[in-house]
């Protein structure tokens, strides 16, 4: 069965630095997304991205976060200058269509030191 | 700006039935999923409600009332890897919004 693949499932960076999650959607998916869950706490919606642009974004995704699409398969999710507070388990989703359910994938844990 | 309410913890016997309650409040409204989440593991998807009324589906069911701004997740026969989080969570616009979660212990 498709699935979404993400690396790497761990990633610990120091404070200040900038890191890339990655995210390989399901092929024939056209919504694309990232939440992030820090410990205990709720999933939190990141951002949305169809056609190729940002559909929405909440107010955590500052200046600081980017989104990429760079060729036909990766999605990818840039920080430029990580923050302790950034650590917590990032999941990125795809969706077929209107109607569907979001697949997720299994997550990349970010550690900020 | 939204709001979706579900109790935090709930316990039950094994083989038992369990009644997960979801209160919404959401600027719109394209249908409401239903997530299991193990800990530490991604969320996982149960089922979906677009229109008013039971989806089943196994072991489990969900209902919708649109009016109310209401739904619940229903777990039947209840079996020790039932054990989790379960995340009610409303479409709306763009993104899918979660509550807080459920977290569901069943003992034997």
């Known amino acids: 069965e498709p699935e979404v693949t993400q690396t790497p499932s761990h990633q610990v960076t120091q404070m200040g630095q900038e890191v890339i999650l990655r995210c390989v959607p399901i092929?024939?998916?056209?919504?694309f997304y990232w939440y992030r869950q820090i410990l205990g706490q709720k999933v939190e919606f990141l951002v949305s991205f169809y056609n190729n642009e940002i559909s929405e974004k909440s107010e955590i995704f500052d200046d600081q976060f980017s989104v990429e699409r760079p060729d036909g398969s990766n999605f990818t999710l840039k920080i430029r200058s990580t923050k302790l507070e950034d650590s917590a388990m990032y999941f990125c989703?795809?969706?077929?269509?209107?109607?569907?359910?979001?697949?997720f994938g299994a997550g990349t844990r970010l550690s900020v030191l | 700006g939204q709001n979706i309410d579900q109790p935090t913890e709930m316990t039950a016997t094994e083989g038992a039935i369990v009644q997960i309650n979801c209160t919404y409040q959401t600027s719109g409204f394209n249908g409401l999923f239903w997530y299991q989440q193990h800990a530490g593991e991604a969320p996982t998807f149960l089922s979906y409600?677009?229109?008013?009324g039971l989806e089943e589906k196994g072991r489990f069911s969900s209902f919708l009332s649109r009016s109310k701004g209401y739904s619940y997740l229903l777990l039947k026969e209840l079996q020790m890897k039932d054990s989790a989080s379960y995340l009610c969570a409303v479409h709306n616009d763009y993104k899918l919004s979660f509550g807080a979660g459920t977290t569901v212990t069943v003992r034997a």
């Open positions: 989703a795809s969706r077929l269509g209107t109607g569907e359910p979001l697949d």
């Open positions: 409600n677009v229109l008013d």
């Open positions: 092929s024939n998916h056209l919504y």
